[in-house]
Structures are given as C-alpha cells and as structure tokens.
C-alpha cells in the first residue's frame, strides 16, 4: 500500500501564505497522480489541485491564480504552495494519490491523514 504524510498546516492571517509537504511511502510505483483536497466542517471533501505523473495540473476554480502544486520526484513529495490565502481556505487538507489496480482500468486511492489550515486574522 501507500502511506502519505501531510505537513505544513498552520494558522495564518488572510493575504499569507503556507506550504504544505506530503511524503509518500511504500508502493508507490506507477502513481498517476497525486493531489491536495480539503474538508471545512460540515461540508464536502472537494479537489483542491492535482498533478499527474507526466506534470499536468489542474486547479479548482476558487484556487487558480493563489496556489501552485508540485512535486519532487527524487523526494516522492508533493507540494501546496498556497497564497493569498482567505477565510474560505480554512480546511483540513488531505493528500491523495492513485495508481493503477491491475485489474480491468480500476484504480486504487489514499489518503493521508490531513493538516488543518486555518486562516484568519
């Protein structure tokens, strides 16, 4: 399986920034992609960015322009490079990646354990 690690949660004043780690470990060969999602209290978890194993990202809306996802192929870490942060961000955010099943086109995905991001003043 896949373990993942997520650091670099914190509070911060709206208009901030954080950066947010996560490590993957164990199988992670052949991961397509890896991602950040969030989850504010009594709402649903929704995609934050993603990145594929060929270096395509993709944005929520209410993110593009503020936050930027990478990753370190040598390090097995994905990235959250988060600013201008607001109110709205505050969120638990969790790591996930995805690879292949090996059975019919499935896949498999995890989570890590998620960092909390509050941002306020």
């Known amino acids: 399986q896949v373990q993942l690690v997520e650091s670099g949660g914190g509070l911060v004043q709206p208009g901030g920034s954080l950066r947010l780690f996560c490590a993957a470990s164990g199988s992670i060969f052949n991961i397509t992609s890896m991602g950040w999602y969030r989850q504010a209290p009594g709402k649903q978890r929704e995609l934050v960015a993603v990145i594929t194993s060929g270096g395509s990202t993709n944005y929520a809306d209410s993110v593009k322009g503020r936050f930027t996802i990478s990753r370190d192929n040598a390090k097995n870490t994905v990235y959250l490079q988060m600013n201008s942060l607001k109110p709205e961000d505050t969120a638990v955010y969790y790591c996930?990646?995805?690879?292949?099943?090996?059975?019919?086109?499935?896949?498999?995905?995890?989570w890590g354990q998620g960092t909390q991001v509050t941002v306020s003043s």
């Open positions: 996930n990646a995805e690879r292949p099943a090996g059975y019919r086109d499935y896949f498999i995905g995890y």
